[in-house]
Nanobody, 120 residues
Framework: QVQLVESGGGLVETGGSLTLFCEAS????????MGWYRQAPGKEREMVAT???????DIAESVKGRFTISRDNRKKMTTLQMNTLRPEDTGIYYC??????????????WGQGTQVTVSS
């Protein structure tokens, strides 16, 4: 049973900070690229940040310099440190675990999401 559980969301004022946590179970985390995605009301899901098992990071331009993604394979935790939050950062944030080097064995897991609301 693979499970990704997000936590750390909440309500914060513009300019504030939040740290999101993704706790994984049922997978070997070092086999997966981990990531955070978000979906604002009425909009499509978008990538926020990803980090490979080799610690290669991809950060969305809209959050570059404000958000930091990190992972701890031993603790099966993936974190997203969000600073200088803006109202446009509001949305449901989802944790993702992806393995796609071989198409026939591709795996793609998602958590249930955690709400982040940035007030203006």
């Amino acid at each position: 049973q693979v499970q990704l559980v997000e936590s750390g969301g909440g309500l914060v004022e513009t300019g504030g900070s939040l740290t999101l946590f993704c706790e994984a179970s049922g997978i070997m985390l070092d086999m997966f690229r981990m990531g955070w995605y978000r979906q604002a009301p009425g909009k499509e899901r978008e990538m926020v940040a990803t980090i490979t098992p080799g610690d290669i990071v991809d950060i969305a331009e809209s959050v570059k310099g404000r958000f930091t993604i990190s992972r701890d394979n031993r603790k099966k935790m993936t974190t997203l440190q969000m600073n200088t939050l803006r109202p446009e950062d509001t949305g449901i944030y989802y944790c993702n675990a992806f393995r796609g080097a071989i198409e026939s064995t591709r795996r793609d897991f998602w958590g249930q999401g955690t709400q982040v609301t940035v007030s203006s």
